[in-house]
């Protein structure tokens, strides 16, 4: 059976090959299981986002009604206030003109 140390040797040799061939094997199997744990995980998160995505845009359409809103404000009233309030003071300064002008 066993000769001489050749022998010996390539029988552990042999032993070795199948040991990192069954290493390799596991290691496969181990990155095969991850990336179908993944696959899961991801399907999960996209189901997840379907359900928050119109919770979004209902958001977003509401918080661009609310802009157009407060700019409608800003035009319609707090602009014209703002003129009316220039035109208070022009005529105050102008009216302080003619009264210093009387001292």
Same mark, same amino acid.
């Given at each position: ?22 290493? *390799?094997?596991?290691? $496969? ?10 696959? #899961?995980? +991801?399907?999960?998160?996209? =189901? ?24 409608? *404000?800003?035009?319609? $009233? ?10 208070? #003071?022009? +005529?105050?300064?102008?009216? =302080? ?7």
């Amino acid at each position: 059976m066993i000769d001489n140390s050749t022998d010996l040797l390539l029988g552990a040799i042999a032993i070795s090959v199948v040991g990192v061939s069954a290493f *390799i094997c596991y290691l $496969i199997y181990a990155l095969a299981k991850v990336v179908q744990e993944s696959k #899961k995980t +991801v399907e999960d998160v996209n =189901k997840k986002l379907e359900k928050i995505d119109p919770v979004v845009d209902s958001t977003s359409n509401t918080v661009s009604s609310l802009m157009q809103t407060i700019d409608s *404000i800003n035009n319609g $009233i707090l602009k014209p206030v703002a003129s009316f309030s220039q035109v208070i #003071k022009n +005529v105050r300064s102008a009216a =302080k003109i003619f009264t210093d002008k009387k001292k």
